[in-house]
């Protein structure tokens, strides 16, 4: 009984974000049942499309942590892979379709396998702003001229952010998120992976 106690309190510790927008959004629609309808469209469609992004990325992260061995993974963007590592992450990131939060699992499986943390905040910063099909987007939309300054101003901006991060984020919560990630996996009565 005390376990199980344990239990619903440490998930409800885990969820309380979730949680708290739930209430926050039931609260917004006893409050204002006029604004409930467009809440509800704009909730389901929300859920509809992580319906159809989430999927696909779990799948080629499951194939991408099978099939890509960690010795290579660290040999092309890990610490002393020199100018190829960044150049890979923001090609990767880049090439990346699909909304930002679907970046962080993919970071995480890349932390997992030994990409140093400066790649990976290269990595997160190419998926969020240099995506292709964004860039491809842009120049149609907005001209040829605007989505290539826009390109040359976020380059070097996300490898500034980068360094910056590098260089403020305490080297213990850097190890204490590596942990994290190569624990990920964790299945009932299995030991965590070695990093």
């Known amino acids: 009984m005390g376990g199980s106690v344990m239990n619903i309190a440490e998930t409800l510790k885990r969820y309380r974000a979730?949680?708290?927008?739930?209430?926050?959004?039931?609260?917004?629609?006893?409050?204002?049942?006029?604004y409930a309808p467009k809440a509800g469209a704009s909730l389901l469609?929300?859920?509809?499309?992580?319906?159809?992004?989430?999927?696909?990325i779990f799948l080629l992260l499951g194939l991408m942590d099978v099939w890509v061995p960690r010795e290579t993974l660290m040999k092309f963007m890990g610490p002393g892979s020199g100018l190829k590592g960044p150049v890979i992450a923001f090609a990767v990131g880049s090439a990346a379709?699909?909304?930002?939060?679907?970046?962080?699992?993919?970071?995480?499986?890349?932390?997992?396998?030994?990409?140093?943390?400066?790649?990976?905040l290269i990595f997160i910063g190419a998926w969020s702003t240099t995506k292709i099909p964004m860039l491809l987007f842009e120049m149609k939309a907005l001209g040829f001229r605007f989505a290539l300054a826009r390109l040359a101003i976020d380059i070097p901006g996300i490898i500034l952010i980068a360094l910056a991060l590098k260089a403020v984020v305490?080297?213990?919560?850097?190890?204490?998120?590596y942990a994290a990630a190569a624990a990920m996996d964790l299945k009932p009565g299995m030991p965590p992976n070695k990093p």
């Open 97 to 120: 379709a699909g909304p930002l939060y679907g970046a962080f699992p993919v970071a995480a499986i890349l932390m997992k396998k030994g990409a140093s943390f400066s790649n990976i």
């Open 45 to 56: 469609e929300q859920a509809r499309t992580m319906l159809l992004v989430v999927p696909p």
């Open 18 to 34: 979730a949680i708290i927008a739930a209430v926050a959004l039931f609260a917004f629609m006893a409050l204002f049942p006029g």
């Open 170 to 177: 305490p080297k213990t919560e850097i190890a204490r998120l």
